[in-house]
């Protein structure tokens, strides 16, 4: 490691060359926490340049003046665009907008609230990238934090030892199978947009789906990122406020995995119909229906479920005075295995 330090430097601004890494951050009312994830990305060493473009999306907060305040240190290297009217609540795709502007060989994504904690994650990345052109998608491990006080809540932590993953791995993985701030891939293939990439409800999981049709997916069995999660002004907040609106946001979900099956003439058929039984199979527990959960086409998933898993669902079905005490952590289980 010491000998990759002496030809490595921080911030990107000072390597020679062409930009090989774009970083794609998306931002709105995260003034609590974008000082953390631009920090992270000037933390970067690397002997390579990169930039980055963060989307600004009109925020009520101070968003926008913090990324000013960076901006202006850093003018050749952080480039944003501020916008005077939220586009997302006009269903503009915001990350397109982003994007349509990279210079980079590879996209890296961060979100506002999110940040990396490996100054070396971008290199390892792109060094993996550039030995692997067979490889679409490049992920890692990371933290799950609380966002009020970023203690840790689980690891991401996919498997024991750097793995490649199938296309059915994905699909039934679903779209929290990656925490979104480890995702490293080649901007060129971006270039087609599926119908079902273009009309999802969500960009990860879609997006996901299709780079692992185009070539092999790799994960690095390293904990380089933290995800935040506990913010009810976050989407992941807002979807997730009540059953309801989970049931809207997994239909939607399932209508995507209809037009992957369509667009990939029914090869993964099996996986999606795996992934669609797991949902609502989540669905069940979430809305206390323990004894449909455990019968039928659950009742092979149910069997599955952890020893800790079954044994808060079984205090929540038979003592539900306790169960008000662990229901957040239960409701945080559930929420991130849905998502």
Not at 20 to 46: G, P, R, W
Not at 215 to 229: K, Q
Request: with cysteine; charged share 25%; glycine share 6%.
């Amino acid at each position: 490691m010491r000998k990759k330090q002496s030809v490595l430097q921080s911030g990107g601004e000072n390597q020679v060359g062409n930009i090989l890494v774009s970083i794609h951050c998306l931002t709105y009312n995260h003034e609590q926490y974008i000082a953390d994830a631009i920090d992270s990305f000037l933390m970067q060493k690397t002997n390579f340049k990169f930039e980055i473009l963060i989307h600004e999306d009109a925020s009520t907060d101070r968003t926008a003046d913090i990324i000013r305040e960076y901006e202006k240190k850093y003018p050749n290297l952080i480039k944003p665009i501020y916008q005077t009217e939220n586009q997302y609540s006009k269903g503009v795709s915001v990350s397109a907008i982003n994007i349509s502007r990279a210079s980079g060989k590879y996209i890296a994504i961060c979100e506002g609230d999110d940040y990396w904690i490996d100054p070396y994650k971008l290199q390892k990345q792109f060094d993996y990238m550039e030995k692997h052109p067979e490889c679409s998608l490049c992920v890692h491990g990371g933290n799950v934090v609380n966002a009020s006080d970023k203690k840790c809540v689980l690891f991401n932590r996919l498997n024991k030892g750097d793995k490649e993953f199938s296309v059915e791995e994905v699909i039934e993985g679903g779209g929290g199978l990656f925490l979104t701030n480890s995702m490293f891939y080649p901007l060129n293939l971006r270039k087609e947009r599926p119908d079902f990439l273009v009309n999802a409800p969500v960009g990860d999981y879609p997006l996901v789906i299709y780079l692992s049709l185009l070539g092999t997916v790799y994960y690095m069995d390293e904990l380089m990122s933290s995800y935040r999660i506990g913010d009810s002004t976050s989407w992941t907040g807002r979807t997730f406020s009540d059953i309801e609106t989970k049931k809207q946001h997994y239909r939607e979900i399932e209508d995507m995995l209809d037009e992957i099956n369509l667009y990939t003439n029914n090869i993964f058929k099996d996986a999606i119909d795996r992934r669609k039984n797991s949902t609502q199979f989540f669905l069940l527990l979430e809305q206390g229906r323990f004894k449909e959960a455990k019968t039928g086409e659950y009742r092979e998933l149910y069997l599955k479920l952890g020893l800790k898993k079954k044994t808060i669902l079984f205090i929540d079905q038979y003592s539900p005075s306790i169960s008000k005490l662990l229901r957040f952590v239960k409701r945080r289980i559930i929420n991130w295995t849905m998502i």
